[in-house]
Protein backbone atom coordinates (compact mmCIF):
# COMPACT_ATOMS: atom_id res chain seq x y z
CA UNK A 1 0.00 0.00 0.00
CA UNK A 2 0.97 3.39 -0.61
CA UNK A 3 -0.27 6.99 1.00
CA UNK A 4 -3.34 8.37 -0.87
CA UNK A 5 -5.93 10.58 0.14
CA UNK A 6 -9.75 8.70 0.62
CA UNK A 7 -13.20 9.72 0.74
CA UNK A 8 -16.69 8.85 1.78
CA UNK A 9 -19.16 10.57 -0.12
CA UNK A 10 -23.20 10.38 1.16
CA UNK A 11 -26.33 10.85 -0.94
CA UNK A 12 -29.53 11.32 -0.35
CA UNK A 13 -31.94 8.78 -2.36
CA UNK A 14 -34.49 10.50 -4.67
CA UNK A 15 -37.80 10.30 -2.26
CA UNK A 16 -40.12 8.79 -4.67
CA UNK A 17 -41.42 5.63 -5.97
CA UNK A 18 -38.44 3.87 -7.96
CA UNK A 19 -38.65 4.42 -12.20
CA UNK A 20 -36.24 4.64 -14.57
CA UNK A 21 -35.76 8.57 -14.44
CA UNK A 22 -35.77 8.40 -10.35
CA UNK A 23 -32.80 6.09 -10.75
CA UNK A 24 -31.30 8.35 -13.94
CA UNK A 25 -31.32 11.02 -10.91
CA UNK A 26 -30.09 9.03 -8.09
CA UNK A 27 -26.78 8.70 -10.43
CA UNK A 28 -26.70 12.11 -11.58
CA UNK A 29 -26.31 13.04 -7.55
CA UNK A 30 -23.70 10.34 -6.82
CA UNK A 31 -21.44 12.23 -9.95
CA UNK A 32 -21.95 15.42 -9.29
CA UNK A 33 -20.98 14.79 -5.73
CA UNK A 34 -18.22 12.67 -6.41
CA UNK A 35 -17.05 15.04 -9.18
CA UNK A 36 -17.31 18.05 -6.37
CA UNK A 37 -15.16 15.50 -3.92
CA UNK A 38 -12.15 14.86 -5.82
CA UNK A 39 -11.84 18.17 -7.32
CA UNK A 40 -11.61 19.54 -3.32
CA UNK A 41 -9.57 17.05 -1.67
CA UNK A 42 -7.74 14.66 -4.76
CA UNK A 43 -9.03 11.56 -3.24
CA UNK A 44 -7.85 8.72 -5.37
CA UNK A 45 -10.34 6.20 -3.33
CA UNK A 46 -13.82 7.51 -3.41
CA UNK A 47 -16.28 5.19 -1.84
CA UNK A 48 -20.42 5.38 -2.40
CA UNK A 49 -23.17 4.63 -0.19
CA UNK A 50 -24.97 1.42 -0.51
CA UNK A 51 -27.81 0.75 -3.14
CA UNK A 52 -27.01 4.77 -3.84
CA UNK A 53 -28.50 4.35 -7.38
CA UNK A 54 -32.14 3.27 -6.27
CA UNK A 55 -32.12 4.27 -2.62
CA UNK A 56 -31.84 0.89 0.16
CA UNK A 57 -35.33 0.15 0.66
CA UNK A 58 -37.01 0.08 -3.13
CA UNK A 59 -40.69 -0.51 -1.80
CA UNK A 60 -41.47 -2.55 -5.02
CA UNK A 61 -41.23 -6.24 -5.47
CA UNK A 62 -38.58 -7.96 -6.68
CA UNK A 63 -39.40 -8.63 -9.87
CA UNK A 64 -39.73 -4.89 -10.64
CA UNK A 65 -36.39 -3.92 -8.57
CA UNK A 66 -34.89 -6.15 -11.02
CA UNK A 67 -36.06 -4.55 -14.40
CA UNK A 68 -35.19 -1.35 -12.92
CA UNK A 69 -31.29 -2.42 -12.19
CA UNK A 70 -28.42 -3.83 -14.24
CA UNK A 71 -25.89 -6.56 -14.55
CA UNK A 72 -22.37 -5.49 -13.30
CA UNK A 73 -21.08 -4.21 -15.68
CA UNK A 74 -24.12 -3.09 -17.28
CA UNK A 75 -25.91 0.37 -17.98
CA UNK A 76 -26.81 1.00 -14.38
CA UNK A 77 -22.73 1.56 -13.41
CA UNK A 78 -21.46 2.81 -17.11
CA UNK A 79 -21.59 6.14 -16.31
CA UNK A 80 -20.11 6.04 -13.11
CA UNK A 81 -17.41 4.17 -14.72
CA UNK A 82 -16.94 6.58 -17.18
CA UNK A 83 -16.68 9.20 -14.40
CA UNK A 84 -13.98 7.03 -12.88
CA UNK A 85 -12.05 7.17 -15.95
CA UNK A 86 -12.38 11.14 -16.76
CA UNK A 87 -11.53 11.79 -13.28
CA UNK A 88 -8.44 8.64 -12.65
CA UNK A 89 -9.54 7.52 -9.52
CA UNK A 90 -10.45 3.97 -7.41
CA UNK A 91 -14.53 4.71 -7.44
CA UNK A 92 -16.76 2.20 -4.90
CA UNK A 93 -20.45 1.82 -5.81
CA UNK A 94 -23.20 0.46 -3.92
CA UNK A 95 -25.84 -0.73 -6.26
CA UNK A 96 -28.96 -3.50 -6.53
CA UNK A 97 -27.32 -5.86 -9.21
CA UNK A 98 -29.11 -7.85 -11.45
CA UNK A 99 -28.73 -12.06 -11.00
CA UNK A 100 -29.76 -14.01 -13.38
CA UNK A 101 -33.63 -14.41 -12.88
CA UNK A 102 -36.12 -12.08 -11.97
CA UNK A 103 -36.47 -13.21 -8.32
CA UNK A 104 -32.87 -13.09 -7.95
CA UNK A 105 -31.41 -9.42 -6.67
CA UNK A 106 -27.94 -9.12 -5.41
CA UNK A 107 -26.97 -5.99 -2.80
CA UNK A 108 -23.84 -5.16 -4.40
CA UNK A 109 -20.77 -3.10 -4.15
CA UNK A 110 -18.49 -2.25 -7.11
CA UNK A 111 -14.83 -1.34 -7.53
CA UNK A 112 -14.12 0.64 -10.68
CA UNK A 113 -10.33 1.42 -11.10
CA UNK A 114 -9.12 4.63 -13.11
CA UNK A 115 -9.92 3.13 -16.30
CA UNK A 116 -13.21 2.86 -15.63
CA UNK A 117 -13.17 -0.91 -15.27
CA UNK A 118 -14.75 -3.46 -12.87
CA UNK A 119 -12.27 -4.80 -11.03
CA UNK A 120 -14.11 -6.26 -8.13
CA UNK A 121 -17.51 -7.10 -7.42
CA UNK A 122 -18.51 -7.81 -3.65
CA UNK A 123 -22.39 -9.27 -3.24
CA UNK A 124 -23.44 -8.82 0.04
CA UNK A 125 -23.25 -12.10 2.65
CA UNK A 126 -25.33 -11.12 5.29
CA UNK A 127 -28.45 -9.32 4.42
CA UNK A 128 -30.23 -7.30 6.82
CA UNK A 129 -33.48 -9.20 8.49
CA UNK A 130 -35.59 -6.55 6.39
CA UNK A 131 -34.11 -6.71 3.04
CA UNK A 132 -33.16 -10.93 2.90
CA UNK A 133 -35.69 -12.86 0.60
CA UNK A 134 -35.86 -15.81 3.04
CA UNK A 135 -37.68 -12.91 5.45
CA UNK A 136 -39.52 -11.71 2.76
CA UNK A 137 -37.25 -9.24 1.67
CA UNK A 138 -35.31 -8.68 -1.82
CA UNK A 139 -31.87 -9.49 -1.81
CA UNK A 140 -30.19 -12.72 -2.36
CA UNK A 141 -27.08 -13.32 -0.39
CA UNK A 142 -23.76 -13.65 -1.66
CA UNK A 143 -21.26 -16.23 -1.05
CA UNK A 144 -17.74 -15.30 -1.95
CA UNK A 145 -14.74 -12.69 -0.20
CA UNK A 146 -13.62 -9.99 -2.18
CA UNK A 147 -10.48 -8.60 -1.98
CA UNK A 148 -8.78 -6.76 -4.59
CA UNK A 149 -4.85 -5.49 -5.45
CA UNK A 150 -5.45 -1.98 -6.98
CA UNK A 151 -2.69 0.28 -7.83
CA UNK A 152 -3.51 1.71 -4.03
CA UNK A 153 -3.09 -1.48 -1.90
CA UNK A 154 -5.31 -4.18 -1.32
CA UNK A 155 -8.74 -3.36 -0.58
CA UNK A 156 -11.26 -5.44 0.88
CA UNK A 157 -14.83 -5.17 0.40
CA UNK A 158 -18.23 -5.29 3.05
CA UNK A 159 -21.31 -3.75 2.92
CA UNK A 160 -23.44 -2.32 6.18
CA UNK A 161 -24.26 -5.29 8.18
CA UNK A 162 -21.26 -7.45 7.13
CA UNK A 163 -19.27 -5.22 9.67
CA UNK A 164 -21.19 -6.90 12.26
CA UNK A 165 -19.55 -9.79 11.34
CA UNK A 166 -15.90 -10.11 12.73
CA UNK A 167 -15.08 -13.02 10.33
CA UNK A 168 -15.41 -11.34 7.31
CA UNK A 169 -13.30 -8.91 7.86
CA UNK A 170 -11.21 -11.53 9.45
CA UNK A 171 -10.62 -13.27 5.98
CA UNK A 172 -10.27 -10.34 4.24
CA UNK A 173 -7.22 -9.04 6.30
CA UNK A 174 -5.90 -12.54 6.47
CA UNK A 175 -5.83 -12.76 2.28
CA UNK A 176 -3.74 -9.56 2.56
CA UNK A 177 -6.66 -6.76 2.68
CA UNK A 178 -4.98 -3.08 3.76
CA UNK A 179 -8.32 -1.08 3.67
CA UNK A 180 -11.86 -2.27 3.81
CA UNK A 181 -14.05 -0.71 1.87
CA UNK A 182 -17.79 0.01 3.55
CA UNK A 183 -20.64 1.08 1.22
CA UNK A 184 -23.85 1.68 4.24
CA UNK A 185 -27.61 2.65 4.73
CA UNK A 186 -27.50 1.92 8.28
CA UNK A 187 -30.85 1.44 10.27
CA UNK A 188 -29.38 1.43 13.75
CA UNK A 189 -27.86 3.75 15.58
CA UNK A 190 -24.99 6.14 14.97
CA UNK A 191 -22.91 4.45 17.90
CA UNK A 192 -23.26 1.01 16.33
CA UNK A 193 -22.20 2.40 12.89
CA UNK A 194 -19.11 3.99 14.60
CA UNK A 195 -18.16 0.71 16.84
CA UNK A 196 -18.71 -1.75 14.12
CA UNK A 197 -16.39 0.04 11.71
CA UNK A 198 -13.77 0.99 14.38
CA UNK A 199 -14.00 -2.56 15.95
CA UNK A 200 -13.36 -3.77 12.64
CA UNK A 201 -10.47 -1.75 11.61
CA UNK A 202 -8.77 -2.29 15.09
CA UNK A 203 -9.92 -6.08 15.39
CA UNK A 204 -7.63 -6.29 11.93
CA UNK A 205 -5.04 -3.49 11.70
CA UNK A 206 -7.13 -2.03 8.24
CA UNK A 207 -8.43 0.89 7.49
CA UNK A 208 -12.12 1.00 6.95
CA UNK A 209 -14.21 3.77 4.91
CA UNK A 210 -17.18 3.63 5.71
CA UNK A 211 -20.16 5.58 3.40
CA UNK A 212 -23.21 5.64 4.91
CA UNK A 213 -26.41 7.20 3.23
CA UNK A 214 -28.42 10.72 4.46
CA UNK A 215 -32.03 11.57 3.52
CA UNK A 216 -34.92 8.85 3.03
CA UNK A 217 -35.47 6.85 0.49
CA UNK A 218 -38.74 5.42 -1.46
CA UNK A 219 -39.92 3.73 1.47
CA UNK A 220 -40.13 6.62 3.84
CA UNK A 221 -36.95 5.32 5.73
CA UNK A 222 -34.51 8.13 7.01
CA UNK A 223 -30.44 7.41 7.28
CA UNK A 224 -28.21 9.40 9.73
CA UNK A 225 -25.04 9.83 7.47
CA UNK A 226 -22.11 10.24 9.58
CA UNK A 227 -19.68 8.57 7.33
CA UNK A 228 -16.02 8.01 8.29
CA UNK A 229 -12.46 6.61 8.02
CA UNK A 230 -11.06 4.58 10.01
CA UNK A 231 -7.13 4.00 11.16
CA UNK A 232 -5.88 0.68 11.77
CA UNK A 233 -5.63 1.30 16.23
CA UNK A 234 -9.45 2.04 15.77
CA UNK A 235 -9.21 5.78 15.88
CA UNK A 236 -11.86 7.77 13.37
CA UNK A 237 -9.84 10.48 11.55
CA UNK A 238 -12.95 11.85 9.23
CA UNK A 239 -16.51 11.97 10.35
CA UNK A 240 -19.62 13.50 8.38
CA UNK A 241 -22.82 14.81 9.92
CA UNK A 242 -26.17 14.22 8.22
CA UNK A 243 -25.68 16.38 5.18
CA UNK A 244 -24.65 15.43 2.10
CA UNK A 245 -21.30 16.13 1.58
CA UNK A 246 -17.87 13.94 2.20
CA UNK A 247 -15.34 13.66 4.55
CA UNK A 248 -11.29 12.33 3.64
CA UNK A 249 -8.33 11.21 4.76
CA UNK A 250 -4.72 10.67 4.16
CA UNK A 251 -4.53 7.05 4.17
CA UNK A 252 -0.44 6.50 5.17
CA UNK A 253 0.84 3.12 5.79
CA UNK A 254 3.95 4.23 7.78
CA UNK A 255 1.96 5.96 10.10
CA UNK A 256 -0.97 2.91 10.33
CA UNK A 257 0.86 1.25 13.11
CA UNK A 258 2.83 4.36 14.52
CA UNK A 259 2.02 4.73 17.91
CA UNK A 260 0.22 2.48 20.61
CA UNK A 261 -2.71 5.32 20.50
CA UNK A 262 -3.07 8.33 18.18
CA UNK A 263 -0.50 10.82 18.84
CA UNK A 264 1.31 8.41 21.51
CA UNK A 265 5.00 8.36 21.78
CA UNK A 266 4.58 4.95 22.70
CA UNK A 267 5.19 2.36 20.23
CA UNK A 268 3.26 -0.09 19.36
CA UNK A 269 4.65 -3.57 19.33
CA UNK A 270 1.33 -6.19 19.30
CA UNK A 271 -0.16 -7.37 16.03
CA UNK A 272 -3.81 -8.81 16.13
CA UNK A 273 -3.14 -10.86 13.18
CA UNK A 274 0.18 -12.18 13.84
CA UNK A 275 0.06 -12.65 17.36
CA UNK A 276 -3.48 -14.99 16.97
CA UNK A 277 -3.67 -18.32 19.06
CA UNK A 278 -4.16 -20.25 15.98
CA UNK A 279 -3.99 -24.02 17.88
CA UNK A 280 -7.09 -22.68 20.28
CA UNK A 281 -8.80 -21.60 16.99
CA UNK A 282 -8.15 -24.97 15.51
CA UNK A 283 -9.47 -26.53 18.77
CA UNK A 284 -12.34 -25.10 18.78
CA UNK A 285 -13.07 -25.06 14.98
CA UNK A 286 -16.39 -27.00 15.28
CA UNK A 287 -17.71 -24.59 17.85
CA UNK A 288 -17.52 -21.54 15.92
CA UNK A 289 -18.72 -23.65 12.49
CA UNK A 290 -21.96 -24.88 14.59
CA UNK A 291 -25.51 -23.24 14.15
CA UNK A 292 -26.03 -20.89 17.08
CA UNK A 293 -28.36 -18.03 18.28
CA UNK A 294 -28.68 -15.31 20.62
CA UNK A 295 -29.86 -16.45 24.28
CA UNK A 296 -32.15 -13.68 24.41
CA UNK A 297 -35.71 -13.46 23.37
CA UNK A 298 -36.02 -11.22 19.98
CA UNK A 299 -38.39 -8.37 19.88
Known amino acids: MRPFTAAAVQVAPVPEPLTPEVVTRNIDRCLDLTRRCVEATGAELVVLPESCTTGFTPDCPTERLWELVSEVPGPVIRRLADLAAELGVHLVVGTYERGPTPEVVYNASVLLDPRGEVVGVYRKTHPFCSEAVDGG ?63 RA ?50 DPAEALASLTPGSNVGQGFDHLRDRNLDLIRGYREDLEAPAKSAFPHA
Open 137 to 199: GWVTPGDTVTVVDTALGRIGMIICFDGDYPELARIQAVQGAEVIVRPSALLRSADVWELTSRA
Open 202 to 251: YDNHVFVVGANATGTDSAGVHYFGNSHVVTPVGHIVAKAASHEGWVSARL
